[in-house]
């Protein structure tokens, strides 16, 4: 199933919401997302929940095992996706930084207002109010990555790309390791980031290779 048919990627600057997923649940009169609702991203996450509910049909599956990867926009998709529905059992997004895996306070990369600037559709129009203090979020992602718990996690980066905050992505890990404690997962075994090409240990994972943004 190809993302754009849950939701079309374009910039809707234009406000038109018009189509994707979105009209079906609008109330009446209702042309675009309330600033509390969701965007692309959260529409691609719903669809993700779509394709699980048809694959437990399969005979022929272990509806136990399914797994969630997504690469860039679609690893911060994953990464919703896991954190909002438990059948999903591992969970990987892939160099999928802000809005994803990587902090939204400390970032001095991709930050909060260039993404909302550059891809204004993804997220809810509530998030574009810390576009200049970020510092201000009530949350950060580990709180995300910490809905996930207690199933394993992995987040993959690659050395060169920093847009994807790479650091930060595994600061999220170590914020998000005592939920994963609470549960009695294994949570995170190190608190370094793991060498180049090493995977760390533990329900909450880290590996980051050699290359660029992409997925190999």
């Not at 600057?13 to 609702?37: C, F, M, R, V």
């Not at 559709?121 to 996930?148: G, I, M, R, T």
């Amino acid at each position: 199933a190809y993302y754009g048919d849950i939701d079309p990627d374009k910039d809707k600057k234009d406000e038109d919401w018009s189509d994707g997923i979105h009209p079906l649940y609008y109330k009446a009169g209702q042309t675009k997302p309330a600033p509390n609702e969701w965007g692309s991203i959260a529409a691609w996450a719903w669809g993700v929940s779509r394709k699980v509910d048809y694959l437990i049909t399969r005979d022929d599956l272990d509806a136990k095992r399914i797994a969630c990867i997504g690469h860039s926009r679609l690893g911060k998709t994953a990464l919703l996706a896991g954190a909002t529905d438990e059948r999903i059992a591992i969970v990987c997004p892939h160099q999928s930084g802000t809005g994803g895996c990587a902090s939204s306070r400390m970032n001095d990369q991709e930050t909060v207002k260039r993404i909302n600037d550059s891809f204004p559709h993804w997220f809810n129009d509530n998030f574009k109010k810390f576009n200049d203090d970020p510092s201000k979020l009530p949350f950060d992602q580990h709180c995300l990555a910490a809905l996930v718990a207690p199933r394993p996690l992995l987040f993959t980066n690659a050395v060169q790309d920093a847009w994807a905050n790479p650091t930060g992505q595994f600061e999220m890990l170590k914020a998000a390791d005592p939920v994963y404690k609470l549960l009695k997962s294994g949570g995170l075994a190190t608190k370094e980031m793991p060498k180049i090409g090493e995977l760390s240990d533990g329900d909450l994972g880290y590996f980051i290779r050699a290359g660029a943004h992409s997925m190999t």
